[in-house]
């Protein structure tokens, strides 16, 4: 012990002469100050969630391995979370920002999130989590770049370009909750925006005179990487730019086997990567779409976000008719085999310098196996809720991380079915329990009438499978073995169903959910406990010193808790945090 304590000392005596050389900074800070501001996006006064005063927010830009460092300041006149989907939070889910792992931020307080971006890359964004306020912004895009000594899989683009699209209400989220909780659907979205815009003016009758569109302006003859995100809410979007070929190159953290697409389907909640080249000439601008899909197109024809792609050297604006979608209304195969022919580029290097498809999740066996399938809303207790194999689900007071933490009985249950129930549904706090270093096969099963995306926090998983039907055991023979995608989000079609496998290696409390919005707000969701049972293992990161508390533990909150958490940011502090966190690392290393 003595020779550790000696090596720690020496350990910040060389990084605090040596810190502020280098060449990269391992710590990146954000100020957020999230509050409701004015704005018409599609023409209508409403009131938005900005950050800094601005809708969409801040583009969250760090390097595999930084340390982020989001002091977020709650303006807003109700409890506050910030979730980063997508983003593992290795060994440290207390960073999560989900009502399972932690407290909400009350009005007027603030609380910093600390994480490290642990071997990751890829396209990603951040949202508020609670109370539906993502439906009224809050929103951004997460870039994490890969590290100078590991290559990309393609040349260096000349730019990076970020676009969120989502559908959206003129109604702000309280008045859509609302709506939710008197027992009703939400009914049709009133547009889609790109960017926190509404859509240029390609049709007099259908669009507005004086909506405010965006406009991306682009070089003749280079390549742009282009992130496009699906913010929204419930909506299946297909994204395209007029007369330009979309490159796949990478999707929420992993590189992709590269093919051209026309056109993508990016459905709730998913993030891709593509490699657009300008090699169109310049007689006008292009139109840039983001259009509703599997819904009837002529009644749906006002829920239509479009851009402007502009070359520097444009002669004017677009004109004519938007280009075309998936003509597919009588095929509903054409979308599934267009997600199929998404793939894991084995070749590439990812985040570390070995080869992505070095990890072969194929010849790995299976330990557990959950069959969640859910179902249009239904009525349990006189309320309309959603389910997930019978089970709608109760965020508790405490939260469940919380409650673990400090040992308090009751809060939740750890009997999540592996097969859905066979009784009536109920309305229930219950979780499954993850085997530690287990594979995890689920099978998402969606019996509803529209498309539903599923996110799991703390992980990438590999979408093995889908088709129509009912799955079965012997549906495991169409499984891909080799090089299905690593991702964070599966979309499952209606009447069909999506595997995927996880393997159990993160410590901590993980939700796993619907990401459409409407659905998640009504119970479609659960988490999934997973404990290193080895007796003083240092496998998660300890309680963070400004955790928030509430619930049966809301005495425990003192007013000075935050202190801590408002006087963190400038280099000094960002410096200083490193230190912290490295030597929370060593000291887990050396017991």
């Known amino acids: 012990m003595a020779s550790c304590s000696y090596f720690l000392l020496l350990f910040i005596h060389i990084f605090l002469l040596s810190g502020l050389s280098f060449s990269e900074d391992p710590s990146v800070s954000y100020e957020f100050v999230l509050s409701y501001i004015t704005a018409s996006p599609l023409g209508v006064p409403q009131q938005v969630i900005a950050i800094n005063g601005k809708f969409p927010g801040p583009t969250i830009n760090v390097t595999t391995n930084n340390y982020v460092v989001v002091n977020v300041r709650n303006k807003l006149d109700e409890d506050l979370l910030m979730h980063w989907s997508g983003i593992q939070q290795r060994r440290s889910s207390w960073q999560d920002g989900v009502l399972g792992t932690n407290c909400p931020i009350p009005p007027k307080w603030n609380w910093t999130y600390q994480f490290q ?22 929103f951004g895009t997460i870039i994490i770049n890969n590290r100078a000594i590991i290559p990309i899989p393609f040349d260096t683009p000349h730019g990076d370009i970020t676009i969120l699209i989502g559908d959206w209400y003129t109604q702000n989220h309280m008045a859509l909750r609302k709506t939710l909780n008197s027992g009703k659907d939400l009914g049709m979205p009133d547009g889609v925006l790109i960017n926190g815009k509404g ?88 139109y840039i779409v983001a259009s509703a899909r599997f819904v009837n197109e002529s009644v749906w024809q006002r829920v239509t976000g479009v851009a ?61 196996v959950y069959v969640l399938k859910n179902k249009p809303p239904i009525m349990i207790d006189g309320k309309r809720r959603t389910i997930l194999s019978g089970i709608s689900f109760v965020n508790p007071a405490t939260p469940i991380r919380l409650a673990d933490e400090y040992k308090v009985k009751g809060v939740y249950k750890l009997n999540f079915p592996t097969r859905p129930l066979t009784g009536p549904p109920r309305m229930e706090t219950s979780v499954i329990n993850g085997t530690y270093r287990g594979f995890m096969e689920v099978i998402l099963q969606n019996n509803d009438t529209k498309v539903q995306t599923y996110h799991m926090n703390g992980y990438a998983f590999f979408v093995v499978g889908m088709d129509y039907g009912e799955w079965t055991d012997n549906s495991r023979g169409t499984y891909n073995k080799w090089d299905g995608i690593a991702r964070t989000t599966a979309h499952v079609y209606p009447g069909a169903w999506t595997a995927i496998l996880i393997s159990l290696d993160n410590v901590g409390v993980w939700n796993i959910r619907t990401e459409n919005l409407d659905s998640w707000y009504l119970g479609q969701e659960t988490y999934i406990k997973v404990v290193n049972p080895e007796p003083n293992n240092k496998t998660e990161f300890t309680i963070p010193d400004n955790a928030l508390f509430c619930g049966a533990l809301r005495k425990m909150q003192k007013p000075q808790d935050i202190s801590f958490a408002t006087s963190i940011g400038g280099n000094g502090s960002k410096l200083l945090l490193s230190l912290l966190l490295m030597v929370s690392a060593l000291i887990s290393m050396f017991h």
């Not at 859509?199 to 682009?218: A, H, K, M, S």
């Open 117 to 138: 971006v642990k071997d990751q890359i890829g396209s990603f964004f951040y949202f508020p989590s609670l109370n539906f306020q993502r439906a009224s912004g809050g």
């Open 308 to 368: 402007l792609l502009h070359y520097t050297n444009s002669k004017g604006k677009a004109s004519g008719p938007l280009p075309d979608p998936p003509q597919d209304q009588y095929d509903k195969t054409f979308s599934m085999n267009q997600a199929r022919s998404i793939r894991w580029n084995v070749s590439a290097s990812g985040a570390r310098p070995n080869l992505q498809g070095s990890f072969r999740y194929g010849s790995i066996n299976v330990t557990q």
């Open 199 to 286: 859509p240029f003016r390609y049709n007099d009758t259908l669009v507005p005179d004086g909506i405010d569109y965006e406009t991306i302006t682009v070089h003749p003859g280079k390549t742009y990487r282009i992130r496009v995100s699906n913010v929204g809410i419930s909506t299946s979007l297909n994204f395209r730019i007029q007369n330009h070929n979309l490159l796949l190159a990478e999707t929420e953290g992993s590189y992709t086997v590269q093919q051209n697409y026309t056109s993508l389907d990016i459905h709730v909640g998913q993030s891709y990567s593509f490699l657009v080249t300008m090699d169109q000439n310049a007689s006008s601008d292009y």
